[in-house]
């Protein structure tokens, strides 16, 4: 009689699970036979968004695993009477545990993998710097044609990032980054032939400073130095003036002397 070959185990993925960002899953919440494919994920921390109870099997998986099981929507969990799908409370949390590396590697997880990680990863791409449509779209691959809410998509785009407290740097995950801050801008050096054309650039306009630097020179010295001749030729023309009005007054001195008889040289003007 032939041995009844054993039947091969099958490893069930839970609804819409994906990888948001590493060391962060998201997912429906696993039913028991989905439950063991969370140990391939080496998980610390199993983030539950929904106020129902987990399954038993779930449990008993944390436990055995040393997982830490946070339950938000067993303690924060309220029914809204506006059009916001969570508390901000809720969300403020969420996103502060997701963000804090000692908490990774994390699965969130809500009754279909849709609504309530929705809003909080959609608010998570917010912050890192993503424009409403990209957010959306994200939100909208999950939750497929007909299971999304408008009020999860208004809350994300009215989102207010500043509710969320970051963890110190050190805590950080290395893919987080949000939108740049202009007063922390660095100039990036140009590509090479960029770097060229600058450089050559700035040769021209150094070398077209230095002649207009050489010619604005020159011709203030030539005109300083016409300037300069210019007013030793009038020196020159006043001081031939006075010789000459000098001289004039001589000739006229001795033409009077010589009328009169007198010598012009002697001092007392006798005749000789």
């Known amino acids: 009689m032939a041995s009844k070959s054993p039947s091969a185990t099958l490893i069930q993925v839970p609804a819409r699970f994906s990888i948001v960002e590493q060391g962060v899953y998201r997912c429906a919440s696993p039913t028991g036979p989905q439950v063991p494919f969370l140990q ?18 779930l449990v008993q998986y944390a436990r055995a695993a040393g997982v830490d099981f946070v339950h938000l929507g067993n303690t924060l969990f309220q029914p809204q009477t506006d059009w916001r799908p969570m508390t901000d409370e809720m969300v403020k949390i969420a996103l502060e545990l997701i963000l804090d590396v000692r ?18 990863f959609g608010c998570l791409r917010m912050m890192q710097g993503w424009n409403f449509a990209s957010a959306l779209s994200e939100y909208r691959a999950h939750s497929g044609p007909n299971k999304h809410r408008y009020s999860d998509e208004t809350y994300i785009e009215f989102f207010d990032p500043d509710l969320v407290n970051l963890p110190p740097n050190h805590c950080l995950p290395a893919w987080w980054s949000e939108e740049e801050d202009v007063d922390d801008w660095v100039e990036v050096d140009p590509p090479p ?16 400073g230095k002649e207009g630097k050489e010619g604005k020179d020159g011709k203030e010295g030539k005109e300083g130095k016409e300037g300069k001749e210019k007013g030793e030729g009038d020196e020159k023309g006043e001081n031939g003036s ?3 009005e000098s001289e004039g007054a001589r000739n006229g001195a001795l033409e009077v002397a010589g009328a009169n008889g007198t010598d012009p040289h002697t001092s007392d003007g006798g005749v000789g």
Do not use: A, M, N, W
């Open 103 to 120: 908490s990774h590697p994390v699965l969130v997880v809500d009754p279909l993998g849709i609504h309530q990680t929705g809003v909080v």
């Open 193 to 208: 032939k960029e770097k060229k054309k600058k450089k050559d650039k700035d040769g021209k306009e150094g070398k077209e």
């Open 40 to 57: 391939s994920l080496g998980l610390r921390t199993i983030l539950s968004l929904t106020p129902e109870h987990p399954t038993r099997q």
């Open 242 to 244: 006075r010789e000459e």
